[in-house]
């Protein structure tokens, strides 16, 4: 089916150094990514190596400052390439934009002094960062996270003393393999305005990780609950006022659903290619299944899909990049990229019939994985209360 593979997407780039960061990140994907990708998400091999080439390429600090080690690229160059690289597999799409997300605090809040410590190592490549919001007793209720942060020590020379964080965070993107974990923790009164936000390297002592959990798709990507079992960090690791940690998490979700956004619409890419090698090659009824015009609406409706959620989430990107709110955007681009994505991945194994159905073929994986990219980064129901509040106003209280 060599001759019917995937073409590649026609893009509007802002920059002819733009232009040749696609084409490398699209030679790279096909030359070390799809080869071993079926094979190693169905032995759920985790693809540090991967994680490792791509950060000597300089893709894991695209949107980053240049002055500490990131690509100085705008977010409409950056969430490309992360459509290429899900597009290839998406435990590696989602883990570059997992990585952006945990440096975001540091790169937007952090002071001066802590940018130029920390930044080069996670931007450089060769760490791999997780973020840690989430826990077992609060997903979509973030605020009322129960992870504690208690102050010790500190004097009045301006030693700001240490931290120690007891409590577990659940649905950890790289949990138990990351470098760094950008945490969110109570170091206050209840509610939102009582959190706090620390940078804790992956070796602390008192940081663990369970086992990672038995999931329908992504094999390839450990998602685990981390322990804190009194890890002490410096005051220097805190991101950010005291009470900030909230406002710089949801300050990151917004930008890292536009992440998760991307990666849907790759995905949902590979599953058209993948559709459409197809039924151009079977026949029935001595023709291609691609003559008949049921398949052929199908392969439209998922074209249009797929190009409507493209231009959502660069059209969040560019207001972004313009310094605009673009919240609302992101939310919108979040919702229809990845109900698209389950859909077009849901079309692509009825494309194929009972061949969608085995693991002969992508197919069948990619449906998998898409359903994940509805839930996390917030939950779709979620997106949907954001748009509200954003569209009609906040709701009223009795």
């Given at each position: 089916m060599s001759q019917h593979g995937p073409q590649p997407v026609v893009r509007h780039l802002p920059t002819e150094e733009a232009r040749d960061l696609l084409a490398l990140t699209r030679d790279l994907a096909q030359r070390e990514i799809v080869p071993a990708a079926a094979a190693e998400e169905d032995a759920g091999h985790f693809p540090r190596e991967t994680f490792a080439l791509i950060g000597e390429t300089g893709l894991l600090g695209l949107p980053y400052a240049e002055e500490h080690g990131g690509g100085g690229q705008p977010y409409e160059v950056y969430l490309q390439v992360l459509e290429e690289l899900a597009a290839a597999r998406l435990t590696i799409g989602l883990g570059v934009s997992v990585h952006t997300l945990a440096c975001h605090a540091l790169a937007h809040f952090g002071a001066k002094e802590q940018?130029?410590?920390?930044?080069?190592?996670?931007?450089?490549?060769?760490?791999?960062?997780?973020?840690?919001?989430?826990?077992?007793?609060?997903?979509?209720?973030a605020a009322s996270l129960r992870t504690r942060a208690v102050r010790t020590g500190?004097?009045?020379?301006?030693?700001?003393?240490?931290?120690?964080?007891?409590?577990?965070?659940?649905?950890?993107?790289?949990?138990?393999?990351?470098?760094?974990?950008?945490?969110?923790?109570?170091?206050?009164?209840?509610?939102?305005?009582?959190?706090?936000?620390?940078?804790?390297?992956g070796d602390a002592p008192g940081l663990s990780a369970a086992a990672p959990e038995r999931k329908m798709g992504m094999k390839g990507s450990p998602t685990a609950q981390v322990h804190f079992d009194g890890v002490t960090v410096p005051d220097s690791r805190r991101i950010g006022e005291e009470g900030q940690g909230f406002a710089i998490a949801l300050a990151a979700l917004d930008a890292g659903r536009l992440g998760i956004a991307a990666c849907a619409v790759g995905l949902a890419q590979a599953a058209l290619d993948a559709g459409l090698a197809y039924v151009k090659e079977r026949r029935q009824f001595a023709r291609p299944l691609a003559d008949?015009?049921?398949?052929?609406?199908?392969?439209?409706?998922?074209?249009?899909?797929?190009?409507?959620?493209?231009a959502l989430y660069l059209a969040a990107a560019r207001t972004r990049d313009a310094g605009l709110d673009f919240s609302r955007q992101a939310a919108m681009a979040k919702l229809f990229c990845t109900d698209?994505?389950?859909?077009?991945?849901?079309?692509?194994?009825?494309?194929?019939?009972?061949?969608?159905?085995?693991a002969d073929f992508p197919v069948e994986r990619y449906m998998r994985e898409a359903k994940v990219l509805q839930i996390v980064e917030g939950t779709n129901q979620i997106q949907r209360m954001v748009i509200a509040r954003h569209v009609a106003g906040p709701e009223s209280r009795s």
């Open positions: 940018r130029a410590e920390h930044l080069p190592a996670m931007l450089g490549g060769s760490l791999l960062g997780a973020y840690c919001l989430s826990e077992p007793a609060a997903g979509s209720d500190g004097g009045a020379d301006g030693d700001g003393g240490n931290w120690t964080i007891d409590g577990t965070k659940a649905w950890i993107t790289h949990g138990g393999v990351a470098d760094f974990y950008t945490v969110l923790a109570r170091s206050g009164g209840d509610g939102a305005r009582g959190i706090s936000a620390y940078l804790v390297p008949f015009q049921g398949l052929r609406f199908m392969i439209a409706d998922m074209a249009t899909k797929i190009e409507a959620g493209r698209a994505a389950m859909q077009v991945t849901t079309d692509a194994v009825q494309l194929l019939g009972g061949y969608g159905y085995t």
